[in-house]
């Protein structure tokens, strides 16, 4: 593993989901948790997908990180306005990895921002990826689209190993594990690699 950087302590980090699975208006916050609920002037958009923003702050210096970009820009960018958050606002983007339901809204993300902004990736999430379902069906391919992201002023920045991406917010790179994350399963996914 590649030496970091030693992590830097901040003030205080808070994280909001921005897009997830699902809504339920009727749960209750509790501790450190808030949730909008029925206070919301409109409601949350869920799909299948996730986005997640970090606001780290060390004194008076704030950053605010997206993680993952939802499935679609629709529901992205109208949660974060409902949430009170602005794509200009967003210093830097990290997707966790190349499915389409993580970095499906990331270009109408940066169409509406305008302004250039680092996204943080693994190399292989730049690869064509397919879904093969129980019948046997080929759905795909699923791609993030190198060009398309840098036209729309998406810095890439290609990461397998760990790397600081603002002060307190280390990605990992790379994880090591037991099977692939194309595992077989109902619907197979599978990567096309090297042809």
């Known amino acids: 593993m590649a030496k970091s950087n030693p992590l830097i302590p901040v003030d205080s980090v808070k994280v909001t989901i921005v897009v997830d699975n699902y809504i339920d208006v009727f749960l209750p916050g509790g501790g450190p948790v808030t949730r909008m609920g029925l206070k919301a002037e409109e409601p949350l958009l869920a799909e299948h997908g996730l986005s997640i923003l970090l606001e780290v ?3 008076h210096d704030k950053r605010l990180v997206l993680i993952d970009a939802a499935y679609s820009s629709v529901a992205l960018l109208h949660n974060m306005r409902v949430l009170g958050y602005d794509p200009l606002q967003v210093d830097t983007v990290v997707l966790s990895h190349g499915h389409p339901d993580h970095y499906g809204g990331l270009v109408g993300f940066l169409e509406q921002r305008k302004v ?3 996204v943080v990736l693994h190399p292989n999430a730049l690869l064509s990826r397919y879904a093969v ?3 046997g069906d080929l759905n795909g391919p699923y791609l ?3 060009e398309k992201v840098e036209r729309n002023g998406g810095r890439l920045i290609l990461c397998e190993n760990n790397m600081m991406v603002t002060d307190g917010v280390l ?7 037991g099977c692939s994350p194309e595992w077989p399963g109902k619907a197979e996914r599978k990567i096309l690699k090297n042809g």
């Open 57 to 59: 702050t060390r004194g």
């Open 116 to 118: 250039p902004v680092n």
């Open 133 to 135: 379902s129980p019948g």
């Open 144 to 146: 993030l689209e190198k």
């Open 171 to 177: 990605v990992t790179g790379e994880v090591s594990r």
